[in-house]
């Protein structure tokens, strides 16, 4: 079972557990530093409202088993709460504004870049941080010249082969895989008894998705009664470990490679047409 600041994660590679001046004696050419941000939220009544974090923060501690001893990759305390506001409407629920947020990924980017590192990945385990995201991560690198990086764990592991049809296109809260990992994380907070299943209603629509061709905003008392979009009646705790360790293989490669990339390299000289 998961147990928190315990483990190679922790022990081993978490950056502040480190000295100034371990900090600052450390190379810092292939360094790569992760940031886990996630989100206290509502989950329906059968998960904890800290499932987003507690799923990133499980996430990375099997991952960084996985990693080589000499590996210059380190983590951050986790960000545990995220942009929530679609949530707001269920009780436990607790979100930062876009600006806060945004905020405080730019801070702490910046203290990164005044300590010498080069590298930063957001490890993002709640969606509605990744719009967020997507914009502060040019931010950053505009600002600081850091190299910035961002990842969910949906994609970097497959799970298409574990899961509905409906499931992959309409569970994106509280579903199947949520509650199946959080039973494999810490099965003591799942509520088995109050699992349900509960899907948007909008397979009818051609072009119109909650995530996918044409999106339309929404809050979560707009698509669901219940706090959940998919079915977590299907969860198990072995499908939980499956994801966990497919999660964890992907990831770790994914590391030791973005740990060595350097976006000078991309950029290759024009070609001129022929005379």
Same mark, same amino acid.
């Given at each position: 079972m998961f147990q928190r600041y315990e483990g190679t994660a922790w022990e081993e590679r978490l950056l502040t557990r480190l000295s100034s001046r371990e900090v600052g004696d450390m190379p810092k050419d292939d360094a790569l530093v992760v940031l886990p941000l996630g989100a206290v939220e509502q989950h329906g009544p059968h998960l904890p409202v800290m499932t987003d974090a507690l799923i990133g923060e499980g996430v990375l501690t099997r991952t960084m088993e996985r990693l080589p001893p000499d590996s210059n990759i380190w983590l951050l305390p986790p960000v545990s709460y995220g942009k929530s506001n679609e949530h707001l409407d269920f009780p436990g629920t607790i979100s930062l504004s876009a600006a806060t947020l945004h905020g405080i990924l730019c801070d702490i980017a910046f203290s990164l =870049?005044? !300590? &010498?590192?080069r590298r930063l990945l957001l490890f993002n385990t709640h969606g509605g941080n990744a719009d967020l995201f997507n914009v502060a991560a040019r931010e950053i690198r505009l600002s600081t010249g850091l190299m910035v990086f961002y990842v969910s764990p949906g994609s970097? &592991?497959? %799970? !298409?082969d574990l899961i509905s049809e409906e499931e992959r296109e309409f569970g994106i809260h509280g579903g199947d895989v949520e509650t199946s990992l959080v039973m494999a994380i810490k099965p003591?907070? %799942? =509520? +088995? $008894?109050? #699992? *349900? *299943? $509960?899907?948007p209603d909008v397979a009818r629509y051609r072009y119109l998705t909650l $995530? &996918? @061709?044409? #999106?339309?905003a929404w809050v979560m008392s707009d698509i669901s009664e219940s706090g959940i979009a998919g079915d977590a009646t299907r969860a198990t705790a072995e499908k939980g470990e499956l994801i966990l360790d497919r999660i964890a293989d992907a990831l770790s490669e994914a590391l030791l490679e973005i740990r060595m990339f +350097?976006? !000078?390299? %991309?950029? @290759?000289k024009a070609a001129l047409s022929p005379q």
């Open positions: =870049h005044k !300590s &010498g590192f970097v &592991g497959a %799970v !298409s003591n907070w %799942v =509520h +088995d $008894e109050l #699992r *349900a *299943a $509960e899907m $995530e &996918g @061709k044409i #999106r339309f +350097d976006i !000078s390299a %991309v950029k @290759k």
